[in-house]
């Protein structure tokens, strides 16, 4: 299984960057590829030729209820894939594996659960099966059914992936909240979707903290008129208010339910989740995916990405909250019967060996992680790795980020020992599933290249005015429909057409630049927008603005990213105040947790810096790129249209005293 180095071919012409230094090519090995999923590189030759065909092939490999009578219908920004076809995507993700006669996924494991604090649970499909079919027929009894939105609020415990398996049974839109967002951000999304039903927990473990998942939701829930009830998850022995009528027991409600519901069959193109990420404005958007399209997409990626067979144990180490999850933990795995592992807690606890020794006893075969992640067991070194057997791993997937070369070349070495072909994959919320991926049997690797689109996939590099760029930077596009793209926005259709359909006539920007090379790897940049990916999670900087402005003694604030070792971006504030206050220590503590209650920790930024005023056009505009410059050190661009020229020199002196 060796993915050994050579010299490259063709060296590329365009100049290279920091991303591009490491010059190695990394090769498929021949019994690599011998075994791989897909082996053959006609399966890139034959998606060009007709990519809708090619896909149409991958939706064969889901259960239809009825076949579509055409695969697709285009009319940008609207796409209907696998038009007439009907389906519930959970008879492919469990049915399949145990009511078929002769199947041998009955008792397998479907899912080995590790709670934090060392607890650990096995649920085989026939398990998992049982406690979907179950919690569905609970939620049907609290009169959620077809088109209803249910929110999901929870750990990383199994009854995350279980409620939202039993939402996608009865019709119901899951909408899922990451666990660390805030009591606001929770209410946010609730009212944005109007959802009847919050699914939470009593709490979570974090680093050996309890997270008060249900203490916040009950403080989400004094301003959300939509919701008529609550399930409790008992997670551990924590302490809750329970609101009579409104919060019921899940194990309660469990021991009754009838362990067999009957599916309710969707149209491909019926909603099956929507889930809320970071755009450039203060409001985060509610992403649509439907069933057909985006089952197909993720069940292709992860049977062909991820390369997996039966006797596999894939371990995406994502949280459920986020896209990754929905598509890599919970969809993809399932429909291809995977065995898997999810972990409920943080990877330095007790020590920073945990994610190691998860390997190692559960004999994870495939691994998909973040590049954020990646650089933290860099700096915490080799010895922890390497007091495992990690043998069992044979794949390294990675996600979420641009990963530098070090990072990618560490992972290699000290965690793939120089076995494991590493599949960079780029994808957003949006995309549904992954887009641009070497396919691990096929295509050589560069250390800091996602490499080429998946077949059926067709991406290019454009400029401003949508002409292709054949060699060099630009924007990234995706230029033809694909199954599992986001249907819209919830509830804002005009605004999933401005944010990325209107750059380029009929064509899909992404908000990320991009390079492309002589060999026609790509080499994604990062966010051209206001958006960050600071370790691993999107934020807007806009949507932290608001929430700074909104604390009381703020008058104006501006946010920007800069590059962070660990994080791969980070936020640094400047703040202008409202006329004396003291701009002291204490006040700088006050306003981070200001953000974290407002949004959630992970929007908590790095740096804030006081200053008298901000750089603005004479119009009003704040300068957002002259403060970048200033957090990054660089020689400040352009000033000469700013109403107040001198003030870029203030606030850099205050910065660099600071
Ligand atoms: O900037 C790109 C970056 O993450 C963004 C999407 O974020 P989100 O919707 O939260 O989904 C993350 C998980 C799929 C993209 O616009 N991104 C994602 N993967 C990569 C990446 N940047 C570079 N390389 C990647 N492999």
Not at 319 to 326: A, R
Not at 346 to 363: G, K, L, M, S, Y
Not at 573 to 596: I, P
Not at 598 to 606: D, F, N, Q, S, Y
Request: hydrophobic share 40%.
């Amino acid at each position: 299984m060796a993915t050994k180095p050579s010299s490259r071919q063709s060296a590329s012409k365009t100049p290279i960057d920091s991303l591009m230094k490491e010059s190695r090519l990394f090769k498929p090995s021949a019994a690599f590829t011998k075994q791989a999923n897909a082996g053959s590189s006609s399966i890139y030759k034959e998606a060009e030729a007709d990519p809708v065909k090619f896909w149409e092939q991958m939706a064969e490999e889901l259960v239809w209820k009825k076949k579509w009578n055409k695969p697709l219908e285009w009319k940008a920004p609207d796409a209907k894939w696998f038009v007439g076809g009907t389906l519930n995507v959970t008879e492919s993700c469990l049915d399949r594996h145990v009511l078929v006669n002769g199947t041998t996924r009955r008792n397998k494991a479907a899912l080995i659960w590790e709670g934090e604090p060392g607890d650990r649970r096995v649920l085989t499909y026939y398990d998992l099966f049982r406690q979907v079919n179950k919690f569905a027929n609970v939620l049907k009894k609290f009169g959620i059914g077809k088109g209803d939105v249910v929110a999901i609020y929870l750990p990383m415990i199994p009854e995350l992936v279980i409620a939202a398996l039993a939402c996608a049974r009865i019709g119901a839109i899951h909408s899922v909240v990451f666990g660390g967002f805030s009591p606001e951000s929770l209410r946010d999304r609730i009212n944005d979707a109007q959802a009847k039903l919050l699914i939470t927990a009593d709490g979570g473990y974090r680093r050996g903290q309890i997270i008060p998942l249900k203490h916040d939701a009950d403080v989400a829930l004094m301003d959300c008129p939509s919701i008529e009830n609550v399930i409790i998850v008992k997670r551990g022995e924590f302490l809750l208010r329970v609101k009579e009528g409104r919060d019921h027991w899940y194990h309660r409600h469990m021991q009754e339910a009838d362990p067999w519901c009957q599916p309710e069959y969707m149209d491909s193109e019926d909603p099956l989740f929507i889930l809320y990420t970071s755009g450039t404005t203060g409001k985060p958007k509610g992403i649509m995916h439907t069933c057909g399209g985006y089952m197909t997409g993720v069940h292709a990626t992860t049977k062909l990405v991820f390369d997996l067979k039966d006797t596999d144990v894939f371990w995406c180490t994502a949280d459920v909250g986020w896209v990754t999850g929905h598509s890599y933990v919970v969809y993809g795995p399932l429909s291809n019967g995977a065995t898997q592992v999810i972990y409920e807690g943080a990877p330095d606890w007790p020590d920073q060996d945990r994610f190691w020794q998860i390997v190692e006893e559960n004999a994870v075969s495939v691994f998909y992680t973040a590049p954020t992640a990646i650089r933290a067991f860099m700096k915490w070194g080799r010895q922890w790795p390497d007091k495992h057997d990690l043998s069992s791993l044979r794949l390294l997937g990675s996600v979420g980020e641009p990963i530098n070369p070090e990072a990618w070349v560490w992972y290699n070495d000290v965690i793939g020992h120089g076995r494991c072909p590493i599949v960079d994959t780029w994808w957003q919320t949006e995309t549904g599933h992954i887009m641009i991926t070497p396919l691990p049997g096929l295509i050589a690797t560069k250390p800091g290249s996602a490499t080429r689109p998946f077949p059926g996939i067709t991406a290019a590099i454009l400029d401003e005015n949508g002409k292709e760029i054949k060699e060099g930077g630009g924007y990234l596009a995706i230029t033809k429909p694909w199954p599992g793209m986001l249907r819209g926005i919830w509830g804002d259709r005009q605004r999933m057409i401005d944010t990325y359909w209107s750059k380029w006539p009929g064509i899909y920007f992404p908000g990320d630049g991009s390079k492309i090379d002589t060999d026609k790897y790509f080499w994604i940049l990062g966010r051209v927008d206001d958006v960050i990916n600071t370790a691993g999670h999107r934020i807007s900087t806009m949507e932290v603005e608001s929430a700074l402005v909104e604390h009381p003694v703020v008058a104006e604030a501006a946010v920007v990213g800069i590059p962070h070792e660990l994080k791969g971006e980070c936020l640094v504030a400047f703040v202008t105040m409202r006329s004396g206050m003291n701009q002291d220590e204490r006040l700088l503590g006050q306003l981070k947790d200001h953000v974290t209650r407002k949004i959630g920790a992970l929007a908590k930024p790095e740096k804030i810096i006081f200053t008298a005023d901000l750089p603005k056009t004479r119009s009003g505009k704040i300068m957002r790129r002259l403060l970048r410059d200033v957090a990054q050190g660089k020689v400040m661009g352009d000033t000469t249209t700013l109403s107040d020229p001198d003030i870029m020199k203030k606030i850099k002196r205050h910065y660099e005293e600071d």
